[in-house]
């Protein structure tokens, strides 16, 4: 079998009016896993669609040896579409070679027939064990804890069933190169540790765009980070291990930044020496009335060059250094008992005994939530996690027990799909004007004059959507069809933030988001004055939140 590998030779991409992946170049050999990172909107899942085929790039060159599997973010499924479609589909060329090598043994002329293409043949079945797909298929389907039923139709599942079933059925189709995004979004431990073992032992060329800190340490063999460096182009760890590259990666930017800045208030300084020299041709070296008018044209003319000469030497000497990367300014959010002083003995919000038939049912449970309170929220897939996120926010009515929440508390809420919103409160309509080509700052100001109507909002603690670092203003000036999963997961944040929250519930926050900016969030949870509860699949944030009080469900 040839070595299969995929290269990409400084290969760029862009939108109309857009450029979006510029001087990428990688090279992924069979048995390595290339992470590639970075920014949400920096291009990595179109980065993952050129290495995959689907779409050309503007520049550079993509070269692929061997069978491609892709398993998208975000799945679309054709109407009446079942699982079983899906696994035929993933297991189409095996079974084909299974049955190509089937007929060339049992039609082998062992006197005159070609030993070496038979051969060969063998060697391409043993390669992704044609003979065991079915087996490998239906273990996968088990192990991700996805639907075995194959007459069930995609559009009948959820948004993780169904990227579950599409990782599975491409697991089990050992294909040469397997292009992955975002593979552990919808996976709980469990499904992660298979999906690790799968990586560790595949014979593919695997690259992985992913946010997941702790699979970057247990499968990258190197690291691609699409946010440009200093010099405008990605960066390439080759040393394996999140650690590894969150130091050098800081270290590159504390030098950018230290740098911005030193230039920065170098050219303030040329500028107030060019001034002062311009301001002294119109006074400091003007002769009094009465003199030699010659010789005040001819000293005139001295300065002007002089000026000129100061020019050229202050553009010789500037180096143009990039802008660096935005940080988070997270909100300084208020605490319940700061608006309402009675409130620091009590709790702010508490549900007891919340059942929603099919979805969440925990008898005899009190969860409450006190002022500045944390609560971490785990469990495996199917165990309620969102539908008690949503009986907190009220979005999901329990038929049993009761919720409280304090008078006058704002609730600020990430689901894991759709837009962050302050709960209780009827936005009806914001999701249609998304379709109708609303910007961010379009979908934000509505949401702000919505929370107002229903008082809701408090005018004088309204948080700036481009103050947050969250998204740069010309991406808030874009359609919010138009952004990236990510970027879209972004301003679900900045929605949640918008009224000030005294209560934070968010649900897979680290969910498409880039991993600077979760490293960066999770730092803002542990420290904001607001409460926050927290359900997560995200081992790494779990570590980082584990002195936080903590609900295991199922």
């Given at each position: ?193 298979y999906l690790t073992a799968q990586l560790l032992e595949t ?83 003007r002769p009094p009335k009465g003199s030699n008018k010659n ?241 997560t699949h995200d081992r790494r944030m779990r570590e980082d ?10």
């Amino acid at each position: 079998m040839p070595t299969v590998h995929l290269v990409a030779d400084d290969v760029a991409y862009g939108y109309p009016g857009r450029q979006v992946l510029e001087h990428v170049t990688a090279h992924v050999s069979a048995g390595q896993r290339l992470a590639v990172v970075g920014e949400n909107g920096s291009g990595k899942t179109t980065l993952l669609r050129v290495l995959a085929g689907e779409l050309a790039p503007s520049a550079g060159e993509v070269r692929c040896e061997g069978a491609v599997a892709v398993v998208p973010q975000e799945m679309e499924h054709e109407p009446g579409r079942t699982v079983g479609d899906e696994i035929d589909e993933a297991l189409v060329h095996v079974h084909e070679l299974a049955a190509e090598l089937d007929a060339a043994t049992r039609d082998f002329d062992h006197e005159r027939g070609d030993l070496a293409a038979l051969t060969e043949l063998l060697a391409r079945a043993e390669h992704v064990a044609a003979w065991d797909a079915g087996r490998r298929v239906e273990e996968a389907l088990s192990r991700l804890g996805a639907c075995t039923d194959r007459t069930r139709e995609l559009a009948h599942l959820s948004v993780g069933e169904r990227h579950r079933v599409r990782l599975a059925c491409r697991l089990a189709q050992r294909a040469d190169v397997l292009l992955l995004d975002e593979p552990t979004n919808h996976l709980d431990d469990s499904g992660i540790e298979y999906l690790t073992a799968q990586l560790l032992e595949t014979r593919a060329a695997v690259v992985i765009v992913t946010h997941d800190r702790m699979l970057l340490d247990d499968v990258a063999t190197a690291i691609l980070d699409l946010d440009p460096a200093m010099d405008g182009r990605p960066v390439l760890y080759g040393q394996p291990g999140y650690l590894s590259f969150r130091f050098a990666k800081n270290q590159a930017l504390h030098r950018w930044r230290q740098r911005f800045r030193a230039e920065t208030k170098r050219r303030e300084v040329l500028a107030q020496r060019l001034d002062a020299s311009y301001e002294g041709l119109s006074d400091e070296w003007r002769p009094p009335k009465g003199s030699n008018k010659n010789r005040r044209g001819t000293r005139a003319r001295i300065h002007v060059k002089a000026a000129d000469r100061l020019i050229e030497r202050l553009e010789a000497q500037a180096v143009e250094v990039p802008v660096p990367p935005a940080e988070l300014h997270f909100p300084d959010l208020p605490a319940m008992a700061e608006d309402w002083p009675r409130a620091a003995a009590l709790e702010v919000l508490a549900v007891r005994s919340p059942r929603a038939p099919g979805r969440l049912d925990l008898p005899g449970t009190r969860i409450a939530v006190p002022p500045s309170g944390r609560l971490l929220i785990t469990g495996g897939n199917g165990t309620g996690k969102s539908s008690l996120l949503a009986v907190l926010a009220g979005t999901l009515a329990s038929d049993r027990g009761e919720r409280v929440l304090l008078p006058g508390a704002r609730l600020g809420v990430v689901g894991q799909e759709g837009m962050g919103v302050q709960a209780g409160v009827d936005l009806s309509g914001l999701a249609a004007s998304v379709a109708d080509g609303a910007t961010g700052f379009d979908l934000c100001a509505r949401l702000a004059l919505r929370l107002l109507e229903a008082g809701a909002l408090d005018p004088e603690l309204v948080v700036p959507v481009a103050f947050l670092g969250l998204l740069p203003e010309e991406d808030l000036d874009r359609p919010v069809a138009d952004l990236s999963v990510g970027q879209r997961r972004r301003l679900d944040l900045a929605c949640a933030l918008l009224a000030a929250p005294h209560v934070l519930l968010l649900d897979e926050p680290t969910n498409h988001l880039s991993i600077d900016l979760v490293d960066e969030l999770t730092l803002a949870l542990r420290r904001t004055p607001a409460a926050v509860v927290v359900a997560t699949h995200d081992r790494r944030m779990r570590e980082d939140l584990a002195d936080w009080p903590t609900l295991l469900l199922g």
